[in-house]
């Protein structure tokens, strides 16, 4: 099975957690919204909060939405206010997964996400959806990941 992982990383979780996936085998593209959050904490905090709340699909720099050679897609983004980060809402959007295996990489603080895979579970039904705990912090949270 050809693999694919996209995603999204704003503080480098999302990285370690690419390191992982490709020693196991994926191909990885990591998207970059045009405007990326701001760099204050609190900046992040409302700008990127309010884009999950909304929804908002992040406008992306250059992103290669052909998936068409690979059998599985592996979506990786990181947990804004209970919800999927705006930059992976685009790719969501612009993707068609229905006839792929997919599997989401969550990585947050609490190390939970529980709105947000109910939330993937009712969208995509068959989808596996792996939660991490600040995997840059925590090494072993990585062992979760059996792609
Ligand atoms: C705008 C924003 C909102 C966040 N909201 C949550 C949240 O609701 N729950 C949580 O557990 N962590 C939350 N976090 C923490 C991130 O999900 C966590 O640090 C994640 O590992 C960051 O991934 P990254 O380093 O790849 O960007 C939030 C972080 C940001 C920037």
Redesign the pocket.
């Known amino acids: 099975m050809s693999k694919l992982f996209v995603y999204y990383?704003?503080?480098?979780?999302?990285?370690v957690v690419s390191k992982r996936v490709r020693e196991l085998g994926a191909d990885l593209r990591r998207v970059q919204p045009k405007k990326d959050?701001p760099k204050s904490f609190l900046g992040?905090?409302l700008s990127?909060?309010f884009q999950?709340s909304v929804k908002y699909k992040a406008k992306l720099d250059n992103f290669d939405f052909d998936i068409s050679q690979y059998d599985e897609i592996i979506i990786g983004s990181?947990?804004?206010?209970?919800r999927i980060s705006s930059p992976i809402n685009s790719v969501l959007g612009a993707l068609d997964l229905t006839e792929k295996k997919v599997t989401f990489i969550l990585?947050?603080?609490?190390g939970?996400?529980d709105k947000s895979v109910q939330r993937i579970s009712k969208e995509y039904p068959s989808a596996r959806v792996i939660v991490l705990k600040?995997p840059?912090k925590y090494g072993d949270e990585l062992e979760k990941i059996d792609i």
């Open positions: 990383t704003n503080s480098g979780n999302g990285e959050l992040k905090m990127g909060g999950a990181p947990i804004w206010n209970g990585y947050s603080a609490s939970k996400a600040e840059k």
